[in-house]
């Protein structure tokens, strides 16, 4: 089973939303704090959203505040990330896993954004 697919990417115009979604195994379970990663062309992956396991507590990277909006609903096993007025600097792979002590990397989801 894999234990982590990423969803919802895409090619978009700057200014509009995207919703990714991530559905993890049941084995990572709410145990853990879950995150959203992206990785820019060159660049290393960085960390962009963060939410506790209660979903009570959102933490973002500066560079995404105000826009990205991280969510979660456990009976789905599923963490998403909306992504309002994207920037063509938000080009990128997308990925989620834990906050910590990562597990396996997804496939990640590709968002491209046009100016």
């Known amino acids: 089973q894999v234990p982590l697919v990423e969803s919802g990417g895409g090619s978009v115009q700057a200014g509009r939303s995207l919703r990714l979604s991530c559905l993890y195994s049941a084995y990572t379970d709410d145990r853990y704090c879950m995150g959203w990663f992206r990785q820019a062309p060159g660049k290393e992956r960085e960390g962009v959203a963060v939410?506790?396991?209660?979903?009570?507590?959102?933490e973002y990277a500066d560079s995404v505040k105000g826009r990205f909006t991280i969510s979660k609903d456990s009976a789905e096993n599923t963490v998403y990330l909306q992504i309002d007025n994207l920037k063509p600097e938000d080009t990128g792979v997308y990925y989620c896993n834990r906050c910590e002590d990562y597990i396996p990397w997804g496939p990640g989801t590709q968002v491209t954004v046009i100016s």
């Open positions: 939410i506790s396991t209660s979903g009570g507590i959102t």
